[in-house]
């Protein structure tokens, strides 16, 4: 790879680092980029599913998972790790992420990894051809395509600096403050860059001068490179190396930083850890005699730097290998954002026509167009198109649990709010109050049970034995009127379904050797129609492709229950809409259906 990132480069970034991540958000929006150049967030403490962050004006959901592994798994394009852990957990997240596999590079931010580990990691990478930038550093950038972090500093500064859109400059620096000011010397100079790395201040870092230098000898963009070395080690001298073989043939400018360490006393230490001279073929001063030996531009002091830069930059631009650069249009940020306070991800209504799930409605609502109603609720409920065995079971299971007549607990309590003279949506709502653990809600219950039993093996016995000491009846079974004689041609109606048009049973099978021995106990104990929705809506997300841990979580949220909700509300209204057309009068209860056993209350 001759780039180091492209305009389409997403990173993970380790570490909800909100400041570090919209400054990538705001330059990629500058630049005009299509995708986020963060396609997920790791936040191992968060219980967050997404953090928002701003997209020019408007906002974006960035995903969030507790783990490397799970952000991978979901984002497999993003093939950057912006490793902002602490340094003492910099060096496992490096370790794993390289054992996980599937990251051309690994930027590291963290200052003080202990020198042992970071040897081991840098060569442990080195051998998965990962390229670490860092540790302790600012990161890397390739203008008009991918920034890290904050490398580069402020918008407004980025745009000073040139670093929007591709120069013509490879430059490689030590330190993140000097590379920075280099970038805006470079723009005042010459043309700005087209790939730029901070490889870090530690002793140990990954990708060293030469790596990077090399890279850019192979990048097309890049015309001439920028070195800025420091006091302190001795990879200056793989670059002279590189320059002397011919393997290095573009100009490079160079100056080492630390001439002043003559003027103290041996074994001062600079800023960086690194920055310490061991040997006189370590100091700056040497180090930029040997790169001007060999034909490196190597300026008099920093202050010549500039001048020098300017020079080679004329002299390319003449010779036509530099071309002249079209300022592109950038986008601009606007100053001031509010945060949206609520989020929508399943239907949009700013259009000419609102739409489900992405679909307009008219796309879906007439018969002409073959949805039904499970259509819509795959839409708007799942954010998918089912196939049509799936919308039919959601269709049946509607039709099913309708209604049940008036005796039932909703049905009833409909009717006599309806009676009391209260509108259709207050009685509605009576009735739905009803719908709960032993009246028709016991469909969540029952796939969360019978799916625990079933994935942990245990046989019916053991089941009823585990139900026992949770203290609750097993939800989606028993009757009050049906029973092994008294079949619910419900449950049969949708067994049949099942049986005829999904691709595998497994629930269900396992419910049914459990039923077998509850009704060996009590011929009501059988499998009831909450049950059975509950365990084939299991098998029905497992067919189309559901995780676990996604059939989970829709158990969880009261998904099931929901079906018959929706469907109950029908006959409920039925039954509203019976006591208004036959104009009943309200109801009492009578008294001899009601057992008083009411005692003077006692004095205390
Ligand atoms: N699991 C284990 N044992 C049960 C269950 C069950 N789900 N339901 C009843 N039993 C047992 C009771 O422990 C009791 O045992 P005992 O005689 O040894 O004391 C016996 O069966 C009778 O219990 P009741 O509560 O009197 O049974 P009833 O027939 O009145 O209850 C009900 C019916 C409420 C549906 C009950 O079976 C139950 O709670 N089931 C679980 C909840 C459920 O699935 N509800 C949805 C029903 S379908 C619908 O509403 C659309
Ligand atoms: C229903 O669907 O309402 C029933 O199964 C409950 C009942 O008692 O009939």
Same mark, same amino acid.
């Given at each position: 790879?001759?780039?180091?990132?492209?305009?389409?480069?997403?990173?993970?970034?380790?570490?909800?680092?909100?400041?570090?991540?919209?400054?990538?958000?705001?330059?990629?929006?500058?630049?005009?980029?299509?995708?986020?150049?963060?396609?997920?967030?790791?936040?191992?403490?968060?219980?967050?599913?997404?953090?928002?962050?701003?997209?020019?004006?408007?906002?974006?959901?960035?995903?969030?998972?507790?783990?490397?592994?799970?952000?991978?798994?979901?984002?497999?394009?993003?093939?950057?790790?912006?490793?902002?852990?602490?340094?003492?957990?910099?060096?496992?997240?490096?370790?794993?992420?390289?054992?996980?596999?599937?990251?051309?590079?690994?930027?590291?931010?963290?200052?003080?990894?202990?020198?042992?580990?970071?040897?081991?990691?840098?060569?442990?990478?080195?051998?998965?051809?990962?390229?670490?930038?860092?540790?302790?550093?600012?990161?890397?950038?390739?203008?008009?395509?991918?920034?890290? =972090?904050?490398?580069?500093?402020?918008?407004?500064?980025?745009?000073?600096?040139?670093?929007?859109?591709?120069?013509?400059?490879?430059?490689?620096?030590?330190?993140?403050?000097?590379?920075?000011?280099?970038?805006?010397?470079?723009?005042?100079? =010459?043309?700005?860059?087209?790939?730029?790395?901070?490889?870090?201040?530690?002793?140990?870092?990954?990708?060293?001068?030469?790596?990077?230098?090399?890279?850019?000898?192979?990048?097309?963009?890049?015309?001439?490179?920028?070195?800025?070395?420091?006091?302190?080690?001795?990879?200056?001298?793989?670059?002279?190396?590189?320059?002397?073989?011919?393997?290095?043939?573009?100009?490079?400018?160079?100056?080492?930083?630390?001439?002043?360490?003559?003027?103290?006393?041996?074994?001062?230490?600079?800023?960086?850890?690194?920055?310490?001279?061991?040997?006189?073929?370590?100091?700056?001063?040497?180090?930029?005699?040997?790169?001007?030996?060999?034909?490196?531009?190597?300026?008099?002091?920093?202050?010549?730097?500039?001048?020098?830069?300017?020079?080679?930059?004329?002299?390319?631009?003449?010779?036509?290998?530099?071309?002249?650069?079209?300022?592109?249009?950038?986008?601009?940020?606007?100053?001031?954002?509010?945060?949206?306070?609520?989020?929508?991800?399943?239907?949009?209504?700013?259009?000419?026509?609102?739409?489900?799930?992405?679909?307009?409605?008219?796309?879906?609502?007439?018969?002409?167009?073959?949805?039904?109603?499970?259509?819509?609720?795959?839409?708007?409920?799942?954010?998918?198109?089912?196939?049509?065995?799936?919308?039919?079971?959601?269709?049946?299971?509607?039709?099913?649990?309708?209604?049940?007549?008036?005796?039932?607990?909703?049905?009833?309590?409909?009717?006599?709010?309806?009676?009391?003279?209260?509108?259709?949506?207050?009685?509605?709502?009576?009735?739905?109050?009803?719908?709960?653990?032993?009246?028709?809600?016991?469909?969540?219950?029952?796939?969360?049970?019978?799916?625990?039993?079933?994935?942990?093996?245990?046989?019916?016995?053991?089941?009823?034995?585990?139900?026992?000491?949770?203290?609750?009846?097993?939800?989606?079974?028993?009757?009050?009127?049906?029973?092994?004689?008294?079949?619910?041609?419900?449950?049969?109606?949708?067994?049949?379904?099942?049986?005829?048009?999904?691709?595998?049973?497994?629930?269900?099978?396992?419910?049914?050797?459990?039923?077998?021995?509850?009704?060996?106990?009590?011929?009501?104990?059988?499998?009831?129609?909450?049950?059975?929705?509950?365990?084939?809506?299991?098998?029905?997300?497992?067919?189309?492709?559901?995780?676990?841990?996604?059939?989970?979580?829709?158990?969880?949220?009261?998904?099931?229950?929901?079906?018959?909700?929706?469907?109950?509300?029908?006959?409920?209204?039925?039954?509203?809409?019976?006591?208004?057309?036959?104009?009943?009068?309200?109801?009492?209860?009578?008294?001899?259906?009601?057992?008083?056993?009411?005692?003077?209350?006692?004095?205390?």
């Amino acid at each position: 790879m001759s780039k180091l990132f492209n305009r389409n480069t997403q990173a993970i970034f380790w570490n909800n680092n909100k400041t570090a991540i919209q400054r990538m958000l705001d330059y990629d929006y500058t630049i005009k980029r299509e995708t986020p150049s963060v396609a997920a967030i790791v936040a191992p403490t968060s219980g967050n599913k997404f953090e928002k962050f701003f997209w020019g004006g408007d906002e974006i959901m960035i995903p969030l998972y507790k783990s490397t592994a799970e952000a991978k798994a979901a984002q497999p394009q993003a093939d950057v790790l912006l490793n902002f852990a602490s340094f003492r957990t910099a060096y496992d997240v490096t370790m794993e992420a390289l054992n996980l596999g599937g990251f051309r590079s690994i930027m590291i931010t963290a200052e003080g990894i202990p020198e042992r580990l970071a040897r081991g990691m840098n060569a442990f990478a080195r051998e998965k051809q990962v390229t670490v930038i860092g540790p302790a550093t600012v990161g890397a950038i390739v203008p008009g395509a991918f920034k890290i =972090a904050n490398i580069g500093g402020t918008i407004s500064n980025i745009i000073n600096s040139k670093l929007h859109r591709a120069g013509s400059c490879g430059l490689v620096t030590r330190s993140g403050g000097l590379f920075n000011e280099l970038s805006n010397i470079i723009a005042i100079n =010459a043309d700005g860059i087209a790939e730029g790395v901070a490889i870090g201040g530690d002793r140990f870092v990954g990708s060293v001068f030469i790596d990077n230098l090399l890279r850019m000898e192979d990048n097309p963009d890049v015309k001439y490179m920028i070195l800025l070395g420091e006091v302190g080690g001795t990879e200056e001298y793989k670059v002279i190396e590189a320059v002397k073989s011919g393997r290095i043939k573009k100009p490079i400018i160079a100056w080492c930083i630390g001439t002043i360490a003559k003027y103290y006393d041996s074994g001062v230490q600079f800023g960086h850890a690194g920055a310490s001279a061991n040997a006189e073929t370590e100091t700056a001063e040497y180090k930029n005699k040997a790169m001007a030996e060999v034909g490196i531009h190597v300026p008099s002091s920093f202050n010549d730097l500039p001048e020098v830069i300017n020079g080679v930059y004329k002299e390319l631009h003449a010779e036509g290998i530099i071309k002249n650069i079209a300022e592109p249009e950038l986008n601009v940020v606007p100053n001031v954002r509010r945060p949206k306070q609520f989020i929508c991800t399943i239907s949009d209504d700013r259009g000419d026509e609102a739409t489900y799930a992405g679909f307009p409605i008219s796309s879906v609502a007439t018969p002409d167009t073959g949805k039904g109603i499970g259509d819509v609720i795959s839409l708007l409920w799942f954010k998918k198109q089912y196939p049509e065995w799936a919308t039919q079971f959601i269709e049946t299971v509607l039709k099913t649990v309708a209604d049940h007549g008036p005796a039932v607990s909703g049905a009833h309590n409909a009717k006599v709010t309806a009676r009391a003279g209260k509108s259709v949506v207050e009685s509605l709502v009576t009735g739905l109050l009803t719908i709960g653990p032993r009246f028709g809600g016991a469909i969540d219950g029952a796939a969360k049970y019978f799916k625990y039993a079933d994935d942990h093996h245990l046989d019916p016995k053991a089941f009823l034995n585990y139900m026992k000491k949770e203290g609750v009846p097993i939800p989606g079974i028993g009757h009050r009127i049906k029973s092994l004689k008294n079949p619910d041609l419900r449950v049969e109606g949708l067994k049949k379904f099942a049986q005829e048009y999904f691709p595998a049973t497994p629930l269900l099978d396992y419910a049914l050797t459990v039923e077998q021995l509850t009704t060996s106990k009590k011929e009501n104990l059988i499998l009831n129609v909450d049950g059975t929705i509950g365990i084939l809506m299991v098998d029905m997300w497992r067919a189309l492709g559901y995780s676990e841990e996604e059939i989970n979580e829709f158990i969880e949220s009261g998904t099931l229950n929901a079906f018959f909700i929706v469907g109950r509300s029908i006959g409920f209204i039925g039954h509203v809409l019976d006591e208004k057309r036959l104009a009943m009068p309200m109801y009492r209860h009578p008294m001899d259906d009601i057992l008083y056993d009411v005692q003077e209350a006692e004095k205390l």
